[in-house]
Structures are given as C-alpha cells and as structure tokens.
C-alpha cells in the first residue's frame, strides 16, 4: 500500500485514501479500494462493515476486481525512492528489488554493517565475519560428504555382512544335514540363488543379490504306510534373521482351495466333488496340513512371537536344526492335525473318504519319485565333482553329499 498523500485522485482507496499498489476492487457504484483494506474493513464486524465506506452501498459477496484501474494506476509516472531514477508506477516493485541504491545490511549475522547494494560486495570481500563464514560453511560440507560416504560405506558393508552371514547359516544347515541326516532316505542340496523354481510349483524366483539361502530337501514317505516309496521335495527358505526366525517349508503346490469350506456331511457328494477337483489339481501337493500355496502348518514350524495366544503347541526355537524340522514334516504326513486343517479337499476325504484319500496319496507318492527329485538338484541346485571337498573361492559349496562335510 503507498503511503498517504496530500492531494487526492480519483484512484484512491476509500478505506486508506492512497493509490492502491495492489488489486484493486471495487463497489457496485465503481468506488475504489485496496484489496487489502477492503478485506479488512469487512471482516472487522463493525457496523455498516458490510457496505461501501463512500456511498453504503451494499458490498457485493465476490469481490469485483476492476483491472482497468490497475492498468492506469499502473501507467502513472514515480520514481525510484532509492535512485530517484524515472518510471511508471507498475515498474517500482521491480527495480527496488535490484536497485545498487537499496539499503543492504551484510550477509554475516554477527556484522553491523549497513550500506547500499553496491557497496556491499567490496565490504564482503574484506569482512571477517563473512570469510569466517565461509570457511565453516566449506569445512562442514566437506566433512558432510565425508560422513555420507562413510554412511553409505556402512551400509554397503552391512548388507555384505548380512549376506555373508546368511549364507555361513544355510551352509551350516546343509553341512549339519549331511553329517547328521534324519534318516537314510533323507538328502539336502544347496539350491542356487538364480534358480528359478517356480515353473516346478514352488513360490520362489531368483534371490535378490545372489545369496545362498535355500535348501532343498528330499523327505521320504513313512515306512509302512501309504506314503511309503514316495521322494517328496520340501523347499526351506531360510530368512535375514535365522535362527532367529524359522526358515519357510515350502512343498510344490499350484492349485488348490485357499480356505477352509463348510463341511459336507454326505461321502457321495465328497467323492464327487473331490472328483471334480483332483481333475484339474493333480499338481497341487495333498495333505491336511499343507496349505494351497504350499506352506506347512505345523507349529513346531512357526514363529511363536506372531502366534502366541492364537494356537497351543511348541513353537520354533533357535536351537531347533534342519534335521530336526525335515523330521517333524515327515511324521506330519501321515499323522496330520484335523482339528488345524489347511486344505479343504484331503480334509473332507480324510474325514468321510479314507480309503479314497489313501488311495490318492499312495498315487501321490508314486508321482514324486527319487528320479523327480533328481531332475529338480540338476536343474536348480549346485553340483560339485566328484570326491572335492571344501569351498571355492568365490564362496560356492564343494560338499558331496555323503561325505561328511
């Protein structure tokens, strides 16, 4: 806002009785005002705040901006308050901004120099405080880039650690089982980080970073039962924190219902659903407590501190070995948890078809064969010659199986 003059023209404000330097509104009999003020007069709630100051005339609820008066206001002569220079009044709020004529002070918060635009590069130049300044501002961005890099070093080293360590795990689980098996019929291999198994019905592409972190394992069919002869392969994932947090069992499974469905009481309609189904889910691995993706419910498998209060039984614990785990899922097979069930299908058949559910387990087990299982280690996990022992240099396994280790 100008300031106030003596004299008046016909672009004052009505409220501050100055040239408006700003928008410039007006009433419905063309009375001008400053937007500001005029904002101001009608939200001060005195009376007649809502009518013109010059006429009463009731104030319009959309302000009427009148360009017209800006555009004069505009063109009228002034001058530059600093240099005097000559110009129009819509070019001041310009050149005060670039004026060499304009009061500055110095840059330096603790300098009491005052003087104009112009003179203050030559007082800068010369003043203490600003090339103290300087220097500390230099001296911290050099040690701020310092401490970055040596921040991204860290961290770097960090996700190296991690991996080293993960990886130093999923051996010492693969040696363990080697030296230690479950049993007889029992085989673990290191499967490699580019390994891509999903095509053969496991949840599980490429490893980011390429670290070794998965095991595949051979779990053999329970003697004396149905799931004798069979060679199932069990995916174990081992996770950032392990032992922490149990590793991820996984069996091959596609297809399959996701959640437990109301229970039919009928056989017939069973068999005939389950009929249905196991034509177009022959992939999928059947049991009561596996679920559709794959994943083992069994508690002994699972991380007590996410499901504590929500299911009874011994939970995972870090003392708890591979070998031990590989145990606990092949008893699981033919002893599973009804009342804990993960699919829908061996369920209902488990309950009200059992010689139909036998059957197809032992059809099951006659699908996953040693030489199945075989095909998926040449594919997918590493292979080292014959009697070589220990590790290469770039960290890759060379155990054979059978030989210790």
């Known amino acids: 806002m100008a300031a106030r003059?003596?004299?008046?023209?016909?672009?004052?404000?009505?409220?501050?009785?100055?040239?408006?330097?700003?928008?410039?509104h007006q009433c419905r009999n063309g009375h001008l005002f400053c937007a500001g003020c005029l904002h101001t007069h009608r939200s001060s709630g005195q009376q007649n705040s809502n009518k013109c100051p010059q006429c009463r005339v009731a104030l319009p609820d959309e302000p009427i901006r009148c360009l017209l008066a800006e555009q004069s206001i505009a063109a009228q002569p002034n001058a530059c308050p600093h240099c005097n220079a000559a110009m129009?009044?819509?070019?001041?709020?310009?050149?005060?901004?670039?004026?060499?004529?304009?009061?500055?002070?110095?840059?330096?918060?603790?300098?009491?120099?005052?003087?104009?635009?112009?003179?203050?590069?030559?007082?800068?130049?010369?003043?203490?405080?600003?090339?103290?300044?300087?220097?500390?501002?230099?001296?911290?961005?050099?040690?701020?880039?310092?401490?970055?890099?040596?921040?991204?070093?860290?961290?770097?080293?960090q996700k190296e650690h991690d991996k080293r360590r993960l990886e130093e795990h999923c051996l010492s689980a693969y040696r363990d089982c080697a030296r230690h098996p479950p049993g007889p019929d029992f085989r673990v291999e290191i499967v490699k980080p580019g390994a891509d198994m999903r095509d053969d019905g496991f949840n599980s592409g490429p490893v980011a970073n390429g670290i070794m972190c998965r095991l595949l394992c051979q779990v053999p069919g329970p003697q004396g039962t149905d799931w004798a002869g069979g060679c199932f392969p069990l995916l174990v994932e081992l996770p950032g924190d392990y032992p922490i947090r149990p590793p991820e069992f996984r069996f091959p499974a596609r297809e399959g219902p996701s959640l437990l469905q109301r229970p039919?009481?009928?056989?017939?309609?069973?068999?005939?659903?389950?009929?249905?189904?196991?034509?177009?889910?022959v992939n999928g691995f059947m049991h009561n407590n596996v679920y559709p993706s794959g994943n083992i419910c069994l508690t002994t498998l699972m991380d007590g501190r996410r499901c504590q209060?929500?299911?009874?039984?011994?939970?995972?614990?870090?003392?708890?070995?591979?070998?031990?785990?590989?145990?606990?899922?092949?008893?699981?097979?033919?002893d599973p948890n009804n009342d804990d069930p993960a699919q829908w299908l061996p369920f209902q058949l488990y309950k009200l078809a059992r010689k139909e559910h036998d059957r197809r387990v032992r059809e099951q087990a006659a699908r996953y064969t040693a030489a199945a299982f075989e095909d998926l280690v040449e594919r997918h996990c590493i292979r080292a010659p014959f009697g070589v022992e220990g590790w290469t240099a770039d960290g890759q396994h060379r155990i054979v199986r059978g030989q210790g280790g």
């Open 5 to 24: 003059r003596a004299e008046t023209t016909p672009f004052d404000c009505g409220v501050c009785l100055s040239v408006p330097d700003e928008q410039v």
């Open 88 to 157: 129009t009044r819509g070019e001041i709020a310009g050149h005060v901004e670039r004026c060499p004529r304009r009061p500055v002070t110095c840059s330096a918060a603790a300098c009491t120099w005052h003087g104009t635009a112009a003179e203050r590069e030559a007082h800068e130049q010369a003043c203490a405080h600003v090339v103290c300044d300087r220097m500390l501002k230099e001296r911290d961005e050099h040690w701020q880039a310092k401490i970055t890099t040596l921040q991204e070093s860290i961290a770097q080293m």
């Open 264 to 281: 039919l009481t009928n056989s017939a309609k069973v068999l005939a659903l389950a009929t249905a189904q196991h034509q177009c889910n």
């Open 309 to 334: 209060g929500e299911l009874g039984g011994r939970f995972w614990h870090p003392s708890f070995t591979i070998a031990e785990a590989l145990l606990s899922v092949q008893l699981l097979l033919n």
